[in-house]
């Protein structure tokens, strides 16, 4: 089984900044894509931010030049660098791992985290 820990959210204020990460821990031979979604009071989960293997990446048009996200393949790890942050960005974020797989023989699995709040405030 696969978890994924996400750290890093919490309360600023617009303008500020705030860096989330998230950790894939188990029995992993890869993982295809990793990304952030985030949900806010009322609203559909949405895709913020994802990155391949191999380092391509996609972001909503509401964060981009904004958000940068990174990953470090070998800690399985995510990261999102959030700037100058809007109140519009509170949500809860997701770390999502997409076609996780324990073994080159086996098929990938989908996984998401426990989620991590953000709230920025006016």
């Known amino acids: 089984q696969v978890q994924l820990v996400e750290s890093g959210g919490g309360g600023v204020q617009a303008g500020g900044s705030l860096r989330l990460s998230c950790t894939a821990s188990?029995?992993?031979?890869?993982?295809?894509?990793m990304g952030w979604y985030r949900q806010a009071p009322g609203k559909q989960r949405e895709l913020v931010a994802a990155?391949?293997?191999?380092?391509?990446?996609n972001y909503a048009d509401s964060v981009k030049g904004r958000f940068t996200i990174s990953r470090d393949n070998a800690k399985n790890t995510v990261y999102l660098q959030m700037n100058s942050l809007k109140p519009e960005d509170t949500a809860v974020y997701y770390c999502?791992?997409?076609?996780?797989?324990?073994?080159?023989?086996?098929?990938?699995?989908?996984?998401w985290g426990q989620g991590t709040q953000v709230t920025v405030s006016s």
């Open positions: 999502n791992a997409d076609r996780v797989r324990s073994s080159y023989f086996r098929p990938g699995s989908n996984y």
């Open positions: 990155i391949t293997s191999s380092g391509n990446t």
């Open positions: 188990g029995t992993i031979f890869s993982i295809n894509a």
